[in-house]
């Protein structure tokens, strides 16, 4: 099961912030929260990850509570094209063996023209 | 383009064909993925291969058979299929380095229709 909790589904308006937010309460201290986006059948595309601090790309910024219980993915400036489904996953640091992903339902963000 | 293809982007095939779906990664990564995603369900990890060796096997029924010949090249052998095996069929590979996080890069997904 994944381990995160995300609302199903969300707007913007093009030009605004998106922020989509993600619970994560039973996070452990060696994981880390990962962002991915799908655009309508194409295959995910990684978008930004962070253990404890706030971290920001090209792409966006990753917001995590202090508590690592909870964080936000800020999209600054949505465009149409960032109109997908947006999965928030927690995985750990492996030793050695390649890294699970459990893909939740996502939030299919829908930014309006 | 994200450095990971795969082969064919579109298969239709009937309940007693065997085929095989072929991923490349050009990447120099070291492990390498399948996924499947059905309509309206999250993607499920299927197989995980680390330096060319199977590390994880999701409980995948035995009708889907993997194949790592080398680091950039991944296949997944079909055969007697059942018609809930249709779905969106996608690779990744990423590169693991212990202790260190990567990301994993996926490719279009191959779209599987079982007649």
């Known amino acids: 099961d994944a381990k995160t909790t995300q609302p199903p589904s969300m707007d913007c308006a093009e030009g605004r912030a998106a922020n989509l937010p993600c619970n994560h309460s039973t996070i452990s201290g060696n994981e880390y929260v990962y962002w991915y986006r799908q655009i309508h059948s194409q295959g995910p595309q990684y978008i930004i990850h962070g253990l404890k601090n706030n971290e920001t790309n090209e792409m966006a910024s990753l917001i995590i509570t202090e508590d690592r219980k909870s964080s936000t993915l800020i999209l600054p400036h949505a465009t149409l094209r960032d109109t997908a489904v947006y999965y928030c996953i927690v995985a750990g640091i492996s030793s050695g063996s390649a890294r699970q992903l459990t893909f939740g339902s996502g939030t299919q963000l829908t930014v309006l023209p | 383009e994200t450095g990971v293809t795969q082969t064919p982007r579109h298969l239709v095939m009937g309940m007693t064909n065997k085929k095989s779906l072929k991923c490349e990664q050009h990447l120099g990564h070291n492990a390498m993925y399948w996924y499947k995603q059905s309509a309206k369900k999250p993607l499920e990890l299927m197989f995980v291969?680390?330096?060319?060796?199977?590390?994880e096997n999701n409980s995948v029924p035995s009708r889907f058979s993997p194949e790592c010949p080398n680091s950039s090249h991944l296949f997944l052998h079909l055969h007697t299929l059942q018609p809930e095996d249709s779905a969106l069929y996608l690779c990744a590979s990423s590169q693991e380095n212990l202790g260190l996080v990567d990301e994993q890069f996926f490719g279009p997904g191959t779209r599987l229709t079982v007649l």
């Open positions: 291969y680390n330096f060319k060796e199977q590390t």
